[in-house]
């Protein structure tokens, strides 16, 4: 069994949920992940479907680690663990795998999501703006606060992004659940 | 008892409450319902797991203590849990009634 390296960062967790079983679908399995860094292993093609989840908390939490075992009991592996976000498979053989099958439970999951964003979005603001403050009031060039503003207003922007993209998919649900269960 | 219905349960918690009228772990309510809707309903593992959660803490399902030599938790329906399937069956019954005599009524 060789291993396997890469580096990427995803915004969009589904995007990457896609990509991992694409790997997946090659022969390529993630075992381990951390800091942008994907670690796969070789094995039959398409013997694994991915999954991600954002628990509610910390995945070392008593509560997470509850429903941790529970996912092992019902045949769901956590191959990794980043922050709240959980890296779950399934053996495909056991059929198409999702964590969540209802509106109720998937509207609450993206909740999650949104909340975690938007309070990024909202802390990086007043950060950008008082190092932006700071820096321009203690006298650095221009040409050292200009590029640092735009990688602030880059993070921003795609934080941003991110948020309405999520919300709009809440929204979605949730217009869904005016008729639907 | 509960005295009056608490309304309308999702197709997630009825199932789940029909599967726990015998004992079971997670895995074989998953089984029991995905059999009994002929595979039209493939309970999502977190899904599951928020219902188990929710339903305990109502009241309207118990653990139980696995068979010997067994760590996985068992779940198994109330009385309080089965007298909310019995109303709820009460008022899906009336739901098929009422569309059935009105479809009839139309191909006439």
């Known amino acids: ?181 | 008892m509960p005295d009056e219905t608490p309304g309308p349960l999702t197709e997630t918690v009825f199932y789940v409450l029909l599967a726990l009228h015998t004992p079971l772990h997670g895995y074989g309510v998953m089984k029991y319902v995905n059999e009994i809707s002929d595979g039209r309903i493939a309970l999502g593992a977190g899904t599951l797991y928020g219902a188990l959660t929710t339903l305990a803490e109502k009241g309207w399902i118990a653990s139980v203590p696995g068979s010997a030599g067994e760590r996985k938790k068992n779940y198994v329906v109330t009385d309080e849990g089965r007298s909310i399937v019995l109303a709820e069956l009460k008022r899906l019954d009336e739901l098929v009634r009422n569309g059935q005599r009105v479809i009839r009524e139309e191909s006439k």
Not at chain 1, 46 to 59: F, H, K, T
């Open chain 1, 1 to 181: 069994m060789s291993a396997k390296t890469i580096h990427k960062l995803y915004w969009d967790f589904e995007k990457e949920e896609r990509w991992l079983n694409d790997m997946s679908a090659q022969g390529l399995n993630l075992v381990h992940y951390s800091w942008g860094t994907y670690t796969f292993e070789t094995g039959p093609a398409g013997e694994w479907i991915y999954r991600l989840e954002l628990l509610p908390g910390d995945v070392r939490d008593p509560k997470s680690q509850k429903y941790l075992e529970f996912m092992s009991e019902v045949g769901v592996q956590a191959v990794a663990t980043y922050m709240r976000w959980v890296y779950f498979r399934r053996p495909a053989v056991d059929g198409p795998f999702e964590v969540f099958s209802d509106l109720d439970s998937r509207v609450a999951h993206y909740q999650r999501i949104l909340t975690m964003f938007a309070s990024i979005t909202a802390a990086l603001v007043p950060l950008t703006v008082v190092n932006v403050v700071n820096m321009t009031r203690s006298g650095s060039s221009l040409a050292f606060v200009l590029p640092l503003f735009a990688v602030y207003l880059a993070l921003v922007a795609t934080l941003a992004t991110q948020t309405i993209r999520v919300w709009w998919r809440v929204r979605e649900l949730r217009e869904q659940k005016r008729v639907c269960e």
